[in-house]
């Protein structure tokens, strides 16, 4: 029995695309993550979802879904700009463009992630050696109290200011939220200190809204200006949020 | 000379579907990672349409229960399926549908125009008898670093990955420079890749061992003029074997009594010898 060309190329077509479209017709051709990340098998935490296996392709809606974590609170951590996209919309992926211009040794992308779930869930979780977490990721881990001192430190010590990315790129063509950049490092509120500056300095947004009394809206938005419409002292915010960022 | 181009022209065609069919595939995917999508056209990466994705995560799949990442189930039901067709014809997947094959082959057609006959004889036999090795060398290293980090190494090196995403910015400098490698050196070597780096076409390669249609001589017909020789991209020399076993064959045809060998019923691929039953019907 021969194979000719002709025959060769039936063969080809049919086995390969047939089982192809066999496959699809059954539903077993899957091309794309499931979205629902693996089970922690044994220990503590058996029977939760793996914050591990969190893939790049994951949005923030997914990572909601299956860990509970809100797409928000992970916005917020990674300083991403929710006004124009929803939080739910942004993949695990999209931090490593987001970030990539920023030169530092390391880099915030999935794994990133993979790390700020797991410690917000409480569990530990060994992140690659480069993986670095945002300022605003570090700060809600510790309000919400799931950081030792030293972890906390660590942390800190090799976190990231989102503003330093918006320095260096175009902040219109990524997705951080646009922090303006003056006297980021002082940690000194001015006339032109925005919310965002204040989150990345350390401060949450529960302890600004404490303090303002209500939430705010844009958080490129400086806080005299903020004052100023809301006919309340600059003075008296200024001084309450100095006082908590230098305990920072 | 018509039932010559006529094999080519067969093998092209089916080529040239799988490579648009891959292009198209990919283009729906990076148009829906954009948010545009496009009617009857489903995008998929090209990592979950390689079967070769299937393989690495073997070891992964059986000790783990899951796949690498960026791997899914349409990478390993592909795997089987091309397994099959290896089964049943050896390498016939590398010869016919590997887009990456192709695209070495469309290139070495400037490689033949400018070299003539020196075309894919350029390196020392010597040399290239032992750098036809180096694949094996790739597929364990493959398949080693992937069981170890979990994670698909080969696609940083990977030219059929940069060809097929090179608009994407998802594809490393070393992924660039080996397709740069690859089609610089098409120029003057068939098919370099599948020749001395592919770790698919090790595996299937394989196959050519226990293959159930092989390429057979009839030795009794065959006037040993070695058409069938220079016709081999993988440089086999057919004339001197009554069935080829070598583990760089593709299954393209070329030295078949349908298109290089200038005898009928001499070379094909067959179960069993070429012109046999008549043989054996005259006896």
Redesign the interface.
Known sequence: ??????R??A???V??LG??LI?MVSG??????SKVP?LISEGEFAGMADPG?I??SYTFGDIENSFDVPSTILAQAFALDTSEKNAKDYKAKDLE?FYEDLDIDGEVGTDSVRLFVALYLGMSYEAEETSLLPNPAVNILREKGVLSDELFQSLKAKSVSPAAVVELSDASTVGISQVHSSDSDEMLIKGKTTFANLLDWGMTKTQIEEIIGKPYGSKSQTVRDFSLENDVEFSEFKDAMQKILDTL | MKKHSSVKLIRTAVQIVFFLLVFLVVIGHSLEESGISIPFLKGASLHAICPFGGVVTIYQYITAGTFVQKIHEASFYLMIIVFTTAIIAGPIFCGWVCPLGSFQEWISYVGKRLFGKKYNHMIPKRLDSVLRYLRYGVLLWVLVMTAVSATLVFAAYDPYYALFNFWTGEVSITGFIALGLVIILSLFVERPFCKYACPYGALLGITNLFRIFSIRRNPHTCISCGKCDNACPMNIEVSTKSKVRDHQCISCLACTSEAACPIAETLELNTSQPGKKEASHEA
Request: hydrophobic residues 60%; without cysteine; glycine residues 8%.
């Open positions: 029995m021969k194979l000719n060309a002709k060769t190329a063969v080809l077509v086995i390969i089982g192809i496959l077993l051709w899957i091309t794309e993550s693996v296996d893939r790049g463009i």
